[in-house]
């Protein structure tokens, strides 16, 4: 008897809180009736350790766009362009700068028997 009270009471709370006009659905841009807003940036470049990335975004309402790249080990530099509008999901842009380098390595020679 316990169990089937427990069940009911759990499954009263589920549909309450599915009908509840104050739950957000995936995607709403609002909190607390504003729409969202915002504009950041950061960025790494340790020369030492060849770390050079970064990434810059800004939002107004359903509206995003921004952008982020890194240093590749091959030389290049990647960079992505982005826009996401609405409903229309993560639009992206893809480009390369510089050439890429792959200098001659010397490997020590692999044997069986060595």
Do not use: C
Request: hydrophobic letters at 30%.
């Amino acid at each position: 008897m316990a169990s089937k009270l427990s069940l009911i009471l759990l499954l009263l709370g589920l549909s309450a809180t599915l009908a509840s006009p104050t739950a957000a659905s995936y995607g709403t841009s609002q909190q607390n009736g504003a729409p969202a807003n915002y504009n950041f940036n950061w960025a790494v470049n340790d020369a030492p350790s060849g770390n050079n990335y970064g990434q810059q975004e800004s939002r107004q309402g359903d509206n995003t766009q921004g952008s982020y790249y890194v240093h590749l080990p091959d030389g290049r530099l990647q960079r992505v362009d982005y826009t996401v509008s609405g409903d229309s999901g993560f639009v992206a842009q893809v480009t390369y700068e510089g050439q890429a380098q792959f200098p001659q390595q010397n490997r020590p020679q692999q044997g069986y028997g060595r």
